[in-house]
């Protein structure tokens, strides 16, 4: 099973997000499950979801406390809170920043293998295509390029369903911006 926990901030889709992907691994015929953890339920609050990946039925609904992917949706919240707290020791990282994950965080980067921190420009993205700093779409597909746990076109595919039209059009463009972006950075060897 694959628990990734997603952190972010009220008003960024961190909820939706965790859906969309729960929604990619359906399609690709998997069992999948996301739900939300809210806080003080506002804009700017910190926000986190979770989901689960598997081959067989789902039966557990409790917080990840131990997850296998930590996505975060907003760096500030990195001075905040304890977001990798339980990461796999095997675990990835992935940032939404536009800076190495070196300089983001280097001792997570020394904690876990080579090439499982990794940063994506995700709100510069979608704000290239979007005009919102909506970093669901890309974050996902960041996923994806990390961890072939599922395809790109999963992750296109599921923003399309949910927003039929130009908004999810432009969501499968971010992705797509984002996943050859990883794609090249991890070929470069660049990022941890």
Partial sequence: MLQVRLHGRGGQGVVTA?????????LEGHFAQAFPSFGSERTG???????RIDD???RTHEPILEPDVVLVQDRTLLSVIDVFSGISPNGYAII???DPAEQVVPELCKKLPKGHVLTVPATQFAMEKLKKPLPG???LSSLAAATDVFKLESVQKSFQTRYPGKVG???AETAALAYNYLKEVIKGGANA
């Fill in 56 to 58: 067989k039925e789902i």
């Fill in 18 to 26: 965790a859906e969309m992907l729960s929604l990619a691994a359906f």
């Fill in 96 to 98: 939404n920043s536009a």
């Fill in 169 to 171: 059009d432009a969501n």
């Fill in 45 to 51: 609050a910190p926000v986190v979801a979770y989901a």
């Fill in 137 to 139: 779409a890309p974050m």
